[in-house]
T-cell receptor
Framework: NAGVTQTPKFQVLKTGQSMTLQCAQD?????MSWYRQDPGMGLRLIHY???????DQGEVPNGYNVSRSTTEDFPLRLLSAAPSQTSVYFC???????????FGSGTRLTVV | AQKITQTQPGMFVQEKEAVTLDCTYD???????LFWYKQPSSGEMIFLIY??????QNATEGRYSLNFQKARKSANLVISASQLGDSAMYFC?????FGTGTSLTVIP
């Protein structure tokens, strides 16, 4: 089925480790975004991209990097994991214009 | 700066009744979009409904309707004939900015 595929679904990291959360979509959506969801805080935008080769920072970008070399893929890199990055991460994509996001199933990350 | 506010942390509704989930927003943009998403306990995020700032009619999608009052900057979600499967978190969003959500519980 078409959609947004996120991997892994669960991950435990030690403080200081780095890792990449993968996100791929097969709907040819221009917009892709990464969010983190923490209890009581809704979803906060980390980074987003309006097309291949174009990325920008969201509300909470510190400690994260992204790149968009293709329309399909938008990986999120944690440079040096910290306990404050324990969260559920969602990748989402949408077409430009009046369309809602399609979300991936999420990655539950724990940093110990 | 844009802002989205959902003031109801939790709501209860009797099965088959209608319920309104509140959302207010603030923006200086003339053109903007308002969205509602549902997050069941399984964790996935599901897009429900969209309202554009220039749309003259309130948006409807099945049992979901959006009560859009532009002058009051509110975009409330109305769920008619509630079902047990409607129990979930509901998030209001303006473009990429999300509110903190409202937890809806449908009581049999």
């Amino acid at each position: 089925n078409a959609g947004v595929t996120q991997t892994p679904k669960f991950q435990v990291l030690k403080t200081g480790q780095s890792m990449t959360l993968q996100c791929a979509q097969d709907m040819n959506h221009e917009y892709m975004s990464w969010y983190r969801q923490d209890p009581g805080m809704g979803l906060r935008l980390i980074h987003y991209s309006v097309g291949a080769g174009i990325t920008d920072q969201g509300e909470v970008p510190n400690g994260y990097n992204v790149s968009r070399s293709t329309t399909e893929d938008f990986p999120l890199r944690l440079l040096s994991a910290a306990p404050s990055q324990t969260s559920v991460y969602f990748c989402a994509s949408r077409r430009t214009g009046t369309y809602g996001y399609t979300f991936g199933s999420g990655t539950r990350l724990t940093v110990v | 700066a844009q802002k989205i506010t959902q003031t109801q942390p939790g709501m209860f509704v009797q099965e088959k009744e209608a319920v309104t989930l509140d959302c207010t927003y603030d923006t200086s943009d003339q053109s903007y979009g308002l969205f509602w998403y549902k997050q069941p306990s399984s964790g996935e995020m599901i897009f429900l409904i969209y309202q554009g700032s220039y749309d003259e009619q309130n948006a409807t999608e099945g049992r979901y309707s959006l009560n859009f009052q532009k002058a009051r900057k509110s975009a409330n979600l109305v769920i008619s004939a509630s079902q047990l499967g409607d129990s979930a978190m509901y998030f209001c969003a303006m473009s990429s900015l999300f509110g903190t959500g409202t937890s809806l519980t449908v009581i049999p």
